[in-house]
């Protein structure tokens, strides 16, 4: 059974730049459609990212133009390049593996990392 990793939180300052990695176990990302979300405390889990197979990607709203979603299939992952970071982008991270590209709802995925934390705070 296919598990999936994030990597890469950590805490940086507001405008820094910092970029996940998402490696499965069990299987390879290479397989699935791979989405970015993210949660903080009494929020909604918020749809980040959707990487196609052929490694199209599509956005949220709030993170267009500053976060890139993609692909390296010789290394089995799919990054998230977060850049301009805001306070307002704190929250656990998390990828998962859906069925249908362009998805930004979470219902749709089967399979869940565990999350990684980013914290953006001066």
Do not use: H
Not at 30 to 45: A, L, M, S
Not at 68 to 86: C, F, P
Request: glycine share 14%.
């Amino acid at each position: 059974q296919m598990q999936l990793v994030e990597s890469g939180g950590g805490l940086v300052q507001p405008g820094d730049s910092l970029t996940l990695a998402c490696a499965a176990s069990g299987s390879t990302v290479r397989d699935f459609v791979i989405g970015w979300f993210r949660q903080t405390p009494g929020r909604e889990r918020e749809g980040v990212a959707s990487v196609c197979l052929g490694g199209r990607a599509y956005y949220g709203d709030s993170v267009k133009g500053r976060f890139t979603a993609s692909r390296d299939n010789a290394k089995g992952t799919v990054s998230l390049q977060m850049n301009s970071l805001e306070p307002e982008d704190t929250a656990v991270y998390y990828c998962a593996a859906g069925p249908t590209c362009g998805v930004l709802e979470g219902s749709q995925y089967s399979t869940w990392g565990q999350g990684t934390q980013v914290t953006v705070s001066s």
